[in-house]
């Protein structure tokens, strides 16, 4: 905090820098970093070989240049990224250039089985793929591509076990423990633009760019949609939120059709906001590809018409309420089955729903995270693939997903069919007839980092604001951005009266009317507080003490303030 202060930030600010990074010299250097601090690729693993190889298919005439990404919206930038910079920056033929995404429910995550008879059936060749977002743990079907002539150039930024894939031309990956890349934390879209941005280095050697060849930092608008969307750390990397500023930057000044459109999906009249990306614009993106196919996803992004645009956001739209429902049930079913294990100790909670939707079970697994603070894995069938089921992982401070399937196949082997992930989430697949097994052995890898048995969901907070609610505070909040993962949005506990409250939406949310202890009359929501239907659980009169965020709210030209209340309790 005292190094906040003596770089000139408020004491506002800096006891919420002080809450979520450790001390560091240059608070102002991680907090709102400058453009020119991202780290370059050159120390990125196999990137020499990677740029190379990308290069040589660029200017083989006949060559196609797959791109394979992964189907949520972390992949889906990343697709956009390698087809505009194929398309607009290197010259390459539109015809030359195919993007493939696997579809979650059919093929699962990753270079699938399915996925490589898709493209063998599907890509003229010769070609090269290029993976985005995934291709570290998919060791057997690179080997396949390989035995019948396709090069595999994989760029991810999930765990990998050594340098990755034997068979791959290159895997560029930070995570890779020979990496000297100093920072672990990147997004894999954000690998996918490093690799562009070596790719166009290499073609100006070559001679096939001039030397003042258009840089690619347009292409961090796509960049900052898919970091946010995918939580990577915003405490720990000076590159994330370098990316996300920059790019948010860019998306507020663009008359792009895609950014045009998202803002008349979300009512937005001014400048997007890092929370209207990570609450907005990314469910959406992520939503075709929970519920479907998500190359629509990537054809939203790229669009350049307007009208296509409107249609592909509306559609987008659509899916995303679709999403909503299917969540509120499985969610409801999830959690009676959760609070036996909660009643139990388990020290990870395993949830299987035989009619489950396994595009929506992530979500379901962080919403019983944050209601019951222990991991979470929450199982659904495999479509088409009868006696198949596949799981999202979610997870608490101090219990790291990838390592714990780790241990899990190594104490089991041959239980997991397939797992992946990294510090905070993960996927694993595994036969139905096994999950008895699967959740004893995800207890007992659990317990071997932290004791979950009597875990309680937290509450986290910066205490009291402890001055009166106004614009000026959310402009001082506001420098703080980006906020996200390990460096969450400032939330404050106050006590406050209830003067008034409704059910709005589909009945599980409170619009609320507070009074402070100044008096002062404090509007606001609380999102989720019940289940549709119940009894609220506050009412009108009684003291309560709350947690909740602030945030500016426009309408007909007046703009003012609205607390986003998270959680309540009854003091009198």
Known sequence: MYNALQQGYTPLQARVIAGRIAAVQDVAGLINPALKSLDPPDLLPDIDVAASAIADAV????????????????????????????????????????????????????????VVERLLALVKRPCLVVTGDQGSGDSPRVEQLKAVGIPVVITDHHGVEGKGPPAAVACVNPARSDSKFPDPFIAGVHVMFLVMCAVRKELIGRGVLPANAPSLAPLLAWSCVGTTADAVSLAKSRNNRAVIRYGLSLI????????????????????????????????????????????ASVDFLCSTDQAQANYLAELLEAENNSRKQVEREMTAIAREIAEVQVEAGLAAIVVHLPDG????HGITASRLVEAFGRPVCCLSPKQGQPGLVTGSLRTVEGVHVRNALIAVDRAEPGLLKSFGGHAGAGGCGLDEANIVRFHDALCRAVLAQRDTTNAQPLVWTDGSLGRRVGLDVIAELDALEPYGREFESPSFTDAFRVRALKAVGDGSHLKLELVDTEGSLQRGIWFRAMEPGNEPPIAVGQQIEATYQLAANTFRGRTTVDLQVGHARVIG
Not at 83 to 93: K, Q, T
Not at 357 to 360: L, N
Request: hydrophobic share 40%; net charge negative; no cysteine.
């Open 252 to 295: 507020n000044a663009s008359d792009r059709a895609p950014w045009i459109a998202m803002r008349q999906v979300l009512g937005r009249d001014g400048p997007l906001t890092t929370k209207d990306i990570s609450h907005g614009v990314a469910p959406r993106i992520n939503a075709r590809g929970r519920m479907g196919d998500a190359v």
């Open 357 to 360: 939707h396994s595009g929506v």
């Open 59 to 114: 200017m083989s005439p006949d060559t196609t240049l797959v791109g394979v990404m992964d189907h949520d919206a972390d992949g889906a930038d990343a697709a956009v990224v390698f087809r505009l910079a194929m398309i607009d920056y290197f010259g390459v033929p539109e015809e030359r250039v195919v993007h493939m995404q696997s579809h979650r429910m059919r093929e699962g995550y990753g270079v699938s089985e399915s």
